[in-house]
Each structure stands twice: as C-alpha cells, then as structure tokens.
C-alpha cells in the first residue's frame, strides 16, 4: 500500500478527494512539524550539558529560589485574579447591580493594556519617589510601603489579567441554565447554599479555563517581574542568553517548560471534574444586592481606578511634562509605529496561510491525525515567549545569516500565535454546511474549486477576525521581540522597554498611549466575534 493510500486510508477521506486531501494531511503535518521545532532545539542544547552538572544547576540554592519564585508568583496572581474576576463576573451578571453595562464594559478594559506598561504606571504612582510619595509629603508622610518584590508583581499582574477569568466566567454564567437554581430553591436550599451546590460546579470549567490562561500568562510574563524586581525564570533565562551562556539559559527553559505542563495537566483534570449546561432560559436570573449595592459598586469602582485610571492618568501626566519632550536622545519616530505595523501585518498574514490547512482539516475531519495537528499548533502559545526567543536565537546563530533577522522575529510571531487563527479558521468552517461542498461536487467541481468558490467566502469573515487577532497580539509581544529583533529595527515595545529602562519615562508617553489605543481594538473584535452579551 503506496503512502498516499495509507494517509487516505487512514484519516478517511473519500477515493475521489485522494490528491488534494494528501496534499492537506501533509502540509497540516509539515506545519505542525515546524511549529514543534524550536522546542526540539531547547532540548537540542541542553543536552550538551552533562547530567551531573546539570543536576547541581538545577538543585543549587539559586535556582530553587528561583522555581520558588516563579510558582508562588502563579499562585498568587491566579488567586488573586479569581477574587476579582469571579464577584465581577456574578455581579454584573446575576445581580441588581446598578450600572451594569457600564461595570461590564469596565471591567473587561484593562485587558487591552499591557502588564508591563500596567507595572511602570504602578512604580510611577506608588513607587519611592512616585506621585503619592509627592502628595503626602506636605502631611509629614514620606514613606509609603515598598511596591517592588513579590506583592507588587503580583497586585500588577492580578490587576491586568483577571480580565481572563471575568470574561470565562461570565460567558459561563450566561449560559447557565436559571432553571437549575429555581429547582434547588424548591428543595429547601438557600441562595447561597444553592449557589454553592448547582451553580459553582457548572462554573467550574469556565473559571478554570480562565484561571488557566492567567497562569500561562503570569509564569510567560517577562516585563512585570523586572520591572518589580522579582527574579523569575523569565528573567534569569533573558539574562543567562545575553551573558552567552545557551546551556544554562536552555536548562531554566526546560524547567519553564516543565511547570507549564504540570499548569496544563492540572487545569485538564480541574476542567473535567463538571460540564456546564446550556439551558432553555439561557441566564443564571438575578439577586438582589439589599444592603451590599453600595459596596459592590465601591468594589466595581476601585478596581476600575486601580486598572484604568491610574495607569491611563499616568500616561498623561508622562505626557504633559515638560521632560516628555526631550530626554537621553530617545526620540520617538513614527518610524517605529510603521515597523510595528509592518511585522504584525506580514505576521498575521501569514498565521492565516498557515491556519487554513490545519484549521480545515481540523474541522472537516475527526480522526487522529488531524486533532495532533491542530494540538501541535497550540504548543507555541503554551510555551513562554522567552524560552521560544532563545529557542530561536540560539538555533539562528548557526546560521549566521538568519540571526537577528526578520525572518526569524516573524518565524516567532507565527509560531508564537498561530492559534489564535487556527481557532477562528476552524470554528468558523465548523459552522459551514458541508452539503454545500458536495452541493459544489456535484456541479463538477474539484474540491479546491469547491472550497475557493463556496467555503472561503462563507469563512472570510471568521479569517479576518483571526488576522486581526494575531496583528494585535503580535504588536505587544515583549520577550520575542526583545530577544529577536534586528539592531537598529525598532518597534513600540522595544522603544518602551529601552526609555524607560533608561529611566526617560517621559518618552513613553506617546509610544505607551498608541499601543493602548491600538490594542483597544482586539476587545472590540472580541465583542464582535464572540457577540459578547453587556447587558
């Protein structure tokens, strides 16, 4: 049995679809094999270590403070997202909340800004010599407690990622069906005893899945711990690649690696535990607050403060400063911004050539192969920017001409947030009536023909939502870009990494602020594509 039959034979394809859908299976395994590759490359070199060397690196004080670091980190920002993510999500959900559009609105935005700039807007208000040193000075007050270490990572991170967890829930809790709790109430069970019984369980997955992402993103997060100055294994594996030191950094990327997937085991088998039902009612109804009203809008408002007014007040005052317009020869030059939108475009482009095969295969065939593929692509999300920007630096220096290149930083883009489009790909095709493709068939088109004329267009728009995606996600991309731009090829993080690490906080104000407003639009497209419900 030649290759082609045993693929065919093997993933079900139909005898007359042979060509094409071995073309597909390949290339969908061609894909994933390369998304894979820079993986590969981390245990590539760090198997140039011996094992007793390794052995005393990995168990020397150092590097156990280190993994102390970066566990208590997750588990402290996961925490801390869940306390104000889950209330946010029931209170603008199934409450007499007042103003609850608004509050929902509120508290989804400060997803759009990213940690980092979150981190210096904090160490600028509440740090040393920051703005509420100044203003309690004249009433005797000249210390406040200190922002930086592990509190100040992690009521930063917490702050600006527990959007995570309030978006899960909250979808969880609009799908939830109100009828559940009605006929808990009529067996005697409390609004809190039935809350407990019925709807915490079928949360469970959402909350999960939100808390998941919180996790990846904390331990992946490589700006807010350096800026708090709390070392990670982020920070110690961008810090051993610069010394030159490829063996030591691959060896804190194994471990990063390593407590990425026991987070994924443990969210598999936390997900799993319940399944939540779709009801009739389509809502969880609504409570009233009696006496907590106020409070919970003191909640709703002091969190809004802390993730939207504070960094975004800073900002502006960075911005009408006098110091803003000069400072250390960092001038901002719209150059940068052209850049930014340069690579995130070619980017986007190409996560979309990449998706379509995966996503379609994916989507159109339910057999073993095709779920590996479209599992594969998945793995450079999941794995740490920084871990794949050494993957790649260290793999592009045996290859003088690729390191720092464009093709490479844009290699890292696409291995880094193919999912993104891989999943809008998929989902859209999943929503397309396969009888239309036979429909095609049957009026002698081939399926490539059949797919041009009646598929694409069908999946166009669900192709464009994943495009943009990808283009916002890849224009605040820290670590990667860091790690793999050319010198001399500047992009607005980069700029906002290298002033303010100079200190010339003033010139970020404008580079800060555009990648705020830009980064605003990826919660437009999600209201859009996901019909998000702020009623």
């Not at 005393?56 to 102390?68: E, K």
């Not at 935005?109 to 208000?125: H, K, M, Q, R, T």
């Amino acid at each position: 049995m030649s290759l082609q039959e045993r693929i065919t034979q093997y993933d079900g394809f139909e005898a007359d679809e042979d060509g094409p859908a071995t073309a597909l299976v390949l290339l969908s395994g061609a894909i994933a094999a390369t998304v894979l590759s820079p993986l590969l490359w981390i245990f590539i070199r760090a198997g140039r270590v011996g094992f007793e060397e390794a052995l005393v690196t990995i168990t020397s004080g150092q590097n156990v403070d280190i993994l102390f670091n970066s566990v208590t980190l997750v588990v402290g920002v996961t925490a801390g997202s869940l306390l104000l993510g889950v209330p946010l999500a029931i209170l603008t959900t199934g409450s007499d909340l007042p103003f609850r559009r608004f509050w929902t609105v509120t508290a989804a935005l400060p997803l759009v800004i990213p940690s980092y700039i979150g981190a210096f807007a904090f160490v600028s208000a509440f740090g040393p010599h920051g703005v509420l040193t100044t203003v309690l000075a004249p009433v005797g007050i000249e210390r406040i407690p200190e922002i930086y270490g592990f509190p100040g990572a992690t009521l930063v991170l917490a702050l600006f990622v527990y959007p995570y967890v309030f978006l899960a829930t909250r979808a969880a809790l609009l799908s939830l069906d109100g009828q559940l709790i009605e006929a808990a109430r009529t067996l005697n069970h409390g609004r809190l005893s039935a809350f407990r019984r019925v709807v915490l369980p079928q949360l469970m997955p959402g909350i999960s899945a939100g808390a998941l992402l919180v996790a990846l993103y904390t331990l992946s997060d490589f700006g807010t711990p350096a800026i708090m100055r709390y070392e990670v294994f982020t920070q110690a594996i961008y810090v051993e690649s610069n010394a030159f030191n490829p063996e030591m950094a691959a060896l804190l990327s194994l471990q990063l690696v390593v407590v990425t997937v026991a987070i994924l085991s443990l969210e598999s088998q936390l997900g799993d535990a319940s399944e939540t039902r779709i009801g009739a009612s389509g809502q969880a109804g609504t409570f009233e607050l009696g006496a907590w009203k106020l409070p919970a809008v003191a909640f709703c408002a002091l969190v809004a403060f802390m993730t939207l007014i504070v960094p975004l007040g800073i900002l502006l005052m960075w911005l009408v400063r006098p110091e803003a317009s000069y400072g250390g020869g960092f001038t901002f030059e719209w150059t940068v911004v052209f850049n930014t939108i340069a690579v995130a475009g070619v980017a986007a482009v190409a996560c979309v050539l990449a998706a379509l095969p995966v996503g379609y295969l994916s989507a159109r065939r339910d057999t073993r192969f095709p779920r590996l593929a479209n599992r594969a692509t998945y793995v450079g999300y999941a794995v740490p920017g920084i871990v794949l920007g050494f993957a790649l630096v260290s793999a592009s220096q045996e290859i003088p001409v690729l390191y720092q290149s464009i093709p490479v930083l844009l290699f890292a883009y696409v291995v880094r947030f193919l999912p993104q489009a891989v999943g809008t790909v998929r989902s859209s095709i999943l929503q397309v009536d396969s009888g239309l493709m036979e429909a095609a068939r049957t009026l002698d088109h081939s399926p490539s023909s059949a797919f041009r004329r009646v598929t694409l267009p069908l999946i166009a728009p669900g192709i464009a939502a994943g495009a943009a995606l990808v283009f916002l996600t890849t224009m605040r991309e820290l670590p990667a870009t860091l790690m793999l731009h050319p010198t001399g090829f500047e992009t607005i993080v980069t700029h906002i990494w290298l002033v303010t690490g100079a200190g010339y906080y003033g010139q970020a104000a404008v580079p800060a602020l555009v990648l705020v407003g830009v980064s605003s639009l990826s919660m437009m497209i999600i209201i859009a594509k996901e019909r998000y419900n702020v009623e």
